[in-house]
């Protein structure tokens, strides 16, 4: 009996060693800027993903809904809204979900990443962590920054500079860049026409435009300044705002540096432009909303109503333009010529607008609110956790992340399913 349990003993130990010396191999180094293989230190554990998930009724695949960032979704909701249902992400969901080709993808304050699909049903599960490099285990990456949906990938990037690429159907590591320029807070965004991506450097502002193929650099511009904000893309132009006090744009397919579009006074910008065609819109320190023309640098109108800081990307309709203020507010413009038509009183810190049809979505702490976009009456408010996300709004559904660690969709209310709104 003997000599049968200690040649077991013996196997046992040896696949123990064999299993600690895997869990703390060495970490392929990377020099900055030059994309790595798929790391084994982000652990993925997919619970059967589906092939074929169920339809989301149309994609958010990036902050602010699109490589423009205009706010804008093509969806209709009714004046009440219900939860459908509610996933434990198991850490705080402080940025905006992504929805793409069926599923939900949401990120935590402590480095893991899920995807969803349409009815609730957890697909998968990764942790994304950093070399145990003396520590007694590998540590956690912070996710500060939403992230954005790319062909059969979700790209994230985190405060300790790296730019990950994941497998939208499993959440298999793809690739990882490490960027020189350190943090990453501005979401990453994508223009699908030039098939690139493009993601800027906080500390100094730097703008890089990367191949989602691989995660090679395909050209990198000098820092501007600090910027915190997402950049807004189109086959024209790049654009995004600093701590300079304006506007920058860029030629997307070649980085070449086109115009810097100064705002006078406290022109700071922390959010994301929102832009159609030559057109954009930003919002500045100052308590100001900036109207100008990408292809001249003109500024064509400045509203200055609020009275703090409009930090949030500004949602763009027809014929208005919608902002939120550090002072609580939520405003109305009119597109063409800048002036305030209504503004709401949120009683609590807004996030960037949604606009859905004649709809507004606006988060609020942790309220969700829904407001008529011709005139500012709040339709339907629900308090959903102490803070939540700006949400991701399809056909399908809205979906927004939590503090208490959850991600949550929500649809119409039973009873108002049958009378929507215009979209």
Not at 305 to 324: I, K, L, Q, W, Y
Request: glycine share 10%.
């Amino acid at each position: 009996m003997r000599r049968v349990v200690i040649p077991i003993l013996l196997l046992v130990a040896a696949v123990t060693v064999a299993a600690a010396l895997w869990t703390l191999r060495p970490y392929p180094a990377a020099d900055p800027e030059e994309a790595a293989p798929a790391s084994p230190s982000t652990a993925s554990t997919p619970s059967t993903p589906s092939t074929d998930p169920a339809d989301t009724g149309g994609d958010w695949p990036g902050y602010h809904g699109g490589p423009e960032l205009r706010g804008a979704a093509d969806a209709a909701f009714p004046d009440a809204l219900a939860v459908k249902w509610r996933v434990k992400a198991g850490a705080p969901v402080r940025q905006t979900p992504v929805v793409k080709d069926g599923r939900i993808f949401a990120v935590t304050a402590r480095g893991d990443v899920l995807a969803v699909a349409a009815d609730g049903t957890e697909l998968w599960r990764a942790e994304l962590r950093l070399p145990a490099e003396g520590n007694p285990e590998p540590l956690h990456m912070r996710i500060e920054a939403p992230p954005v949906a790319v062909k059969d990938l979700l790209v994230v990037g985190t405060d300790e500079g790296i730019l990950l690429a994941l497998d939208a159907a499993t959440g298999a590591e793809r690739w990882r860049l490490p960027l020189s320029g350190g943090v990453i807070r501005g979401a990453p965004n994508y223009l699908p026409t030039l098939d690139r991506l493009f993601v800027i450097e906080q500390s100094a502002g730097a703008l890089l435009c990367v191949n989602p193929a691989d995660g090679a650099v395909v050209w990198r511009v000098e820092g501007v300044d600090r910027s915190d904000a997402a950049p807004s893309v189109s086959e024209q132009f790049v654009v995004y705002g600093s701590c300079a006090g304006a506007l920058h744009v860029f030629s997307p397919e070649k980085g070449e540096k086109l115009r810097d579009i100064k705002i006078e006074g406290d022109g700071q910008v922390a959010g994301g432009a929102a832009m159609e065609g030559p057109l954009v819109w930003a919002g500045a320190r100052g308590g100001m909303v900036v109207h100008a023309n990408l292809e001249t640098g003109e500024i064509l109108w400045v509203n200055e109503d609020m009275e703090s800081e409009v930090f949030g990307t500004p949602a763009v309709a027809a014929d208005r333009v919608v902002a939120v203020s550090n002072d609580g507010f939520l405003y109305a413009l009119d597109r063409a010529a800048g002036t305030l038509l209504w503004k709401h009183d949120t009683l609590g810190f807004p996030l960037s607008p949604v606009i859905a049809g004649d709809r507004v979505l606006c988060a609020a702490d942790g309220t969700l609110l829904l407001v008529a976009l011709a005139d500012g009456k709040v339709l339907w408010s629900q308090e959903l956790s102490d803070e939540i996300t700006s949400p991701a709004v399809t056909r399908g559904g809205i979906y927004l992340g939590t503090e208490d660690g959850a991600l949550v969709a929500l649809g119409p209310a039973p009873a108002a399913e049958g009378t929507v709104n215009a979209p």
